[in-house]
């Protein structure tokens, strides 16, 4: 059994607000979804006892790779549907595909 401090929940999510929406819907603030990780989803995750893992890569790491090894070794995965991102919707087909535990959250702008 895994030790309840080494738990990890991986947090995937728009990381850039969609052009198409960006004053329409979020008055402009490119930053909407990084303050929402950071303000509102890394500290949930970690209350639950979890330790979160953001969407963002940096460096020259193979970016897909990461995110699979994420998808497959994390054991939550929390799924912000919100803004209909299709990157998010592949990386939630690949974690159900594996059968893992998942957590949907959206903003409730958009119809699911």
Not at 15 to 22: F, S
Not at 27 to 49: S, T
Not at 90 to 103: F, K, N, Q, T, Y
């Amino acid at each position: 059994m895994t030790d309840q401090q080494d738990l990890t929940c991986f947090v995937i999510m728009p990381i850039t607000v969609p052009l198409h929406l960006l004053d329409s819907r979020y008055n402009g603030r490119k930053d909407h979804f990084e303050d929402v990780y950071i303000n509102l989803l890394a500290p949930a995750v970690e209350r639950a006892g979890l330790k979160p893992m953001g969407p963002k890569r940096g460096g020259s790491e193979n970016i897909q790779a990461g995110i699979i090894n994420d998808l497959v070794s994390a054991d939550l995965v929390l799924a912000d549907l919100s803004a209909l991102n299709p990157n998010v919707f592949l990386e939630l087909g690949i974690r159900s595909a594996l059968d893992g535990p998942v957590c949907l959250v959206s903003d409730g702008v958009d119809k699911l």
